[in-house]
């Protein structure tokens, strides 16, 4: 069975930084993409990060550049996303996904405050 | 980039009737290799979202038949015959041809 499993998140201040965690099983991993969405309370889905399999190439919509850093360690059957810099627009609840988001984790709530 | 429009934002439907999607994109979703690149999602109360339909008129894996989509290069449907009282919650389409992906508003099924 696939699955994907979040964690790391939380409330942080505004300008922290966070780094979120994504634990797969059930497929391989190494031979997959791996993509990060988000979607703020009551809103609807925005992708934020994508990785290609060897993790070589990285993607990242303008609204995240330059502060989030997603990566993958194909070894530990796991991927990341470094939140740099945050802002109080990046709350929502962040789900990792597979190729075509063809599965999903749960997600992990990144609540940004002060 | 490319702007996903869905339609209608809401709709609510009989048990045993059919409902229809409505998407529609800002570019051509049809990739020089033939295909087109559209996908439908639901997110169901509370859960993640599910992959329903994946390169505009292929049934995702465990997806009941009831579910089907079609189009063109810019215009896209997804229907649902039959609806059954587990099929509510909000259906995504999605654009997976370039980046930056996106995503149109979401359209909340509702059971009558």
């Known amino acids: 069975e696939v699955q994907l499993v979040e964690s790391g998140g939380g409330l942080v201040q505004p300008g922290s930084p966070l780094k979120l965690s994504c634990a797969a099983s059930g497929f391989t991993f190494s031979s997959n993409w791996l993509n990060w969405i988000r979607q703020a309370p009551g809103k609807g889905l925005e992708w934020v990060a994508s990785i290609n399999p060897d993790g070589s190439s990285t993607y990242y919509p303008d609204t995240v550049k330059g502060r989030f850093v997603v990566s993958k360690d194909n070894a530990k059957n796991t991927g990341y996303l470094q939140m740099n810099n945050l802002r109080s627009e990046d709350t929502a609840m962040y789900y990792c996904?597979?190729?075509?988001?063809?599965?999903w984790g749960q997600g992990v709530m990144v609540t940004v405050s002060s | 980039d490319i702007v996903m429009t869905q339609a209608p934002l809401s709709v609510s439907v009989t048990p045993g009737e059919s409902a229809s999607i409505s998407c529609r994109s800002s570019?051509?979703?049809?990739?020089?290799?033939?295909?087109?690149?559209v996908y439908w999602y639901l997110q169901k109360p509370g859960k993640s979202p599910q992959l329903l339909i994946y390169?505009?008129?292929n049934l995702a894996s465990g997806v009941p038949d009831r579910f089907s989509g079609s189009g063109s290069e810019t215009d896209f449907t997804l229907k649902i015959s039959r609806v059954e009282a587990e099929d509510v919650g909000i259906y995504y389409c999605g654009q997976l041809l370039e980046n930056p992906l996106t995503f149109g508003s979401g359209t909340k099924l509702e059971i009558k």
């Open positions: 570019k051509s979703l049809l990739h020089s290799n033939g295909i087109t690149y």
């Open positions: 996904a597979g190729t075509v988001f063809d599965y």
């Open positions: 390169r505009m008129s």
